[in-house]
């Protein structure tokens, strides 16, 4: 069975960020309120005392959130392009190509998103049930095909790191990056970590999607033992 495959859309705006990330092999872990859809964390509240639905809130509280989108069936490469868009600044920024890890991460949980126009409904306040939360979004989402690791801190070790280790297999700039600075980067690439391959994302005039070009990947950088 292959393993499975995912990308991180990342603005290189915060330039500190991406080489942090790059020098350490991970990435952050958000609270639910750090992340874009206005309902995470909602959930059904029917049926549930207040002590439970007080106990959901402070776990949720607690909780680290690292998203990530897998590769989809068939998918070479970082191909999507709503998600350059959305996510790598307007295809200015990266996408980080790796696989998940055990090291480090014990305490995280994978979990793939549930994509439901019904709010998940507890029936407690187990770690379960904020597993079960925090891994439902309304199909509005779906195109994401969105995992999640997930981390449910104890009481009092909320400032542990955040930070969720991965395995890098590769970094894609995008479409409308900077050469200048892509190529300053692809140097510090190469220096911290010569197995990682890197590439520049293309239009690809021979394959269209109707009358537009398509994406298509260039190899920059090969890794040290292709």
Not at 19 to 46: I, M, Q, S
Not at 119 to 137: F, G, R, V
Not at 210 to 215: E, F, I, K, T
């Amino acid at each position: 069975m292959n393993e499975q495959v995912y990308y991180k859309f990342i603005s290189l705006e915060k330039l500190e960020r991406f080489l942090d990330y790059l020098a350490h092999n991970y990435l952050y872990g958000a609270t639910p309120r750090e992340l874009n859809d206005p309902f995470e964390g909602r959930f059904n509240l029917k049926d549930l005392s207040k002590e439970t639905k007080n106990n959901i809130y402070e776990k949720l509280y607690r909780t680290r959130i690292c998203s990530m989108l897998k590769r989809g069936e068939g998918q070479d490469f970082p191909n999507d392009f709503l998600m350059w868009s959305h996510y790598a600044n307007s295809h200015k920024g990266c996408c980080f190509e790796f696989t998940l890890t055990g090291r480090y991460n014990t305490e995280w949980k994978i979990k793939d998103i549930v994509y439901d126009r019904r709010m998940p409904a507890p029936k407690d306040d187990s770690n379960s049930s904020i597993y079960e939360i925090l891994s439902h979004k309304t199909p509005k989402w779906k195109m994401e095909n969105e995992a999640r690791a997930i981390r449910i801190y104890k009481k009092g070790k909320e400032s542990n790191s955040h930070f969720y280790h991965i395995k890098l297999r590769a970094i894609y700039f995008g479409l409308s990056a900077e050469s200048k600075n892509r190529d300053v980067l692809v140097q510090i690439i190469k220096a911290l970590n010569p197995d990682i391959s890197i590439y520049q994302i293309k239009r690809n005039i021979e394959k269209r999607d109707g009358n537009y070009p398509s994406l298509k990947k260039e190899c920059l950088h090969p890794k040290s033992n292709d």
